[in-house]
């Protein structure tokens, strides 16, 4: 088990640094100059002289890469050109919107998904079943950024329930509150959760039917189990582990979804954030919030791996 | 029974058909014909509503709903073809390469597939425009290179599968090379599981060159594509709501026709496994 928990985080630190290696080469050095591109074509050589020096441009790339990833590790990261601010403390606002988000739509996605599957499985061929699995194909085929625009139309233009967008902030002082705050984060988690639900749902099913095939549920069913019993004792614990899989590749959909979802609803999170930085030119932005959504992704892709060595212990000698 | 007598039977395979045939030919009709120049501006006959004259109406610059939606079509093709032909070319030939090699080949191309799924399709979009600006183009390398390493993951699966059958022994002890082998044997082979994930690619590049272009990263104007659509469609939902369903149901409609199209595929090539879904 060490070994592998080892050899498993070796990756995992290699995956990091190459993924930074990437973003650094892709938006400091491919470009050649950074300065020209923050600043336009009309921009002065005294200008950029001092974006330059101002960015650190004229220093070496290794030490550039050096200090990049020096203040990524510490928590001091560069300022934003466009804000003036460091960009940790921008992602750390930003963040207060996007988290929840993310962490709604996923719960709502998991309780849906999970209760969906299970019910198709336990309807294997009957109507229920082909109903859930037609729902969760037009449900694979939906954007979520039009099922956003939708419930935009349904709740807010038609049944004006809600607003169209925007957030009114956690705390009162900025004139919300938690559950106003919440209320705003409700339609764009539906939207997020949809497609991630369809296809979990999807999984869920074939993995409960396949593991009821499996010769201990029979020996559990011939002990006197009930259909249920053995269900809810022995069949959803092993299935879980192709649920876990698809769960930790579907979050990258997530963290991207968010990204889209928040500009549907103009929701000031992580995904507004890198928006306005790309209008705004704003490349240290830009670099920052891509390394941290990799960064993102690489770490969950590791947790569930983790994770899964742990439901399963034949897969930590694969 | 022979595969077209068993498709004909299979519903999902022939929904997905349809679907997907309606889809081109939206896009090869519209390259002869439509019922207006879809990037005529007409704005005294702005948010028109269905008619005889503007079948789905007119958008806030009075251009033809119906003509944009038939053009559009052009531009999710195309970028579905060229960003899963990018996947498919480098991701089989790395997937080939790594199981005929195995060893360290192997392991390196593995390892950079893992890491490629570190940048999903919009990340490397987001990274490539900050740079050059947005655009078509830039939509279909970042698509095009988030599909590289799911093309050759299943080429190396697939393919050791076959590395390991006798008449692959057969073909070595013959004198045949690594390259030959797998033109000849290890290619043919796999080919059907390679359709069916190109078809499901290709569902997946509409989707995400739509979302691109929504949030104005891919396709520019005055090329009609139904994510910009539905980003214009967004500023005048409380006057003409119509605008923002139509190019959402020509997606749906069109991922649903290949991704049913990838499932029937895959049942009808491999029905040992349709038996047991």
């Known amino acids: ?318 | 029974m022979g595969f077209w007598a068993r498709a004909k039977r299979h519903p999902s395979f022939v929904l997905g058909a349809v679907l997907t045939l309606l889809m081109a030919g939206a896009a090869l009709l519209s390259l002869f014909w439509s019922p207006y120049p879809p990037a005529e501006i007409d704005i005294p006959n702005k948010l028109q509503a269905p008619s005889a004259v503007h079948w789905l109406g007119t958008d806030s610059l009075g251009r033809d709903i119906a003509s944009q939606l038939l053009v559009g079509a052009q531009n999710s093709i195309v970028v579905g073809v060229i960003a899963v032909g990018i996947g498919l070319g480098l991701g089989v030939f790395f997937g080939s390469l790594a199981s005929a090699r195995r060893g360290w080949v192997e392991e390196l191309v593995m390892r950079a597939a893992d890491f490629t799924f570190a940048f999903p399709a919009l990340l490397s979009a987001i990274m490539l425009t900050a740079i050059y600006g947005p655009g078509l183009v830039m939509s279909i390398v970042a698509i095009g290179i988030f599909n590289i390493p799911v093309f050759a993951r299943i080429t190396r699966g697939a393919a050791n599968a076959v590395w390991a059958r006798e008449y692959v022994l057969a073909a070595r002890t013959s004198g045949k090379g690594g390259v030959r082998i797998t033109l000849d044997h290890v290619l043919p082979n796999i080919a059907s599981q390679l359709i069916v994930q190109a078809t499901i690619s290709f569902a997946t590049a509409i989707l995400a060159e739509a979302a691109l272009s929504y949030l104005g990263l891919g396709t520019q104007p005055p090329q009609p594509s139904w994510g910009r659509m539905l980003n214009e469609a967004q500023t005048q939902m409380f006057q003409a709501p119509l605008l923002a369903v139509y190019p959402g149901v020509a997606i749906v409609l069109s991922v649903l026709g290949l991704n049913l199209l990838g499932d029937g595929l895959r049942d009808l090539m491999d029905p040992k496994l349709a038996r047991r879904r």
């Open chain 1, 1 to 318: 088990m060490l070994v592998f928990l080892l050899r498993r985080f070796a990756t995992f630190v290699l995956t990091l640094m190459v993924a930074s290696a990437v973003v650094f080469a892709v938006l400091e050095l491919l470009p050649g100059n950074a300065a020209e591109i923050i600043l336009g074509d009309t921009a002065t050589p005294e200008s950029l002289a001092a974006l330059n020096t101002k960015l650190g441009l004229d220093r070496p790339p290794l030490t550039r890469y050096a200090s990049w990833i020096g203040g990524l590790v510490r928590g001091q990261t560069a300022n934003s050109i466009s804000y003036d601010t460091p960009t940790a403390e921008l992602i750390v606002e930003r963040l207060r919107v996007t988290l929840p988000l993310a962490v709604l739509a996923m719960a709502l996605s998991v309780v849906l998904a999970l209760s969906l599957g299970i019910y198709a499985a336990s309807r294997h061929n009957g109507l229920g079943d082909v109903g859930v699995m037609a729902a969760s194909q037009v449900g694979i085929a939906i954007p979520n950024f039009w099922f956003a625009i939708l419930l935009i139309l349904l709740f807010a233009v038609k049944l004006q329930w809600v607003s169209a967008g925007g957030f009114p902030g956690w705390s009162e002082d900025d004139g919300g509150g938690l559950w106003d705050g919440l209320k705003a984060l409700i339609l764009p988690a539906i939207a997020l959760a949809l497609v991630q639900a369809a296809i979990l749902a999807r999984v869920t099913r074939s993995a409960v039917l396949e593991v009821m095939r499996e010769d201990f549920v029979r020996t559990a069913r011939a002990k006197g189990l009930t259909r249920r019993q053995a269900l809810w004792r022995h069949v959803l614990r092993n299935a879980m582990i192709p649920v876990l899989t698809i769960m930790g590749l579907q979050f990258a959909n997530l963290v991207t979804g968010t990204i889209v979802v928040e500009n549907v609803f103009v929701l000031p999170g992580i995904g507004r954030l890198i928006f306005q930085a790309i209008s705004n030119r704003d490349l240290i932005v830009v670099r920052d919030v891509v390394m941290l959504l990799a960064a993102v992704v690489v770490v969950v892709n590791f947790v569930v791996d983790v994770l899964y060595a742990l439901i399963d212990p034949r897969l930590r000698h694969a």
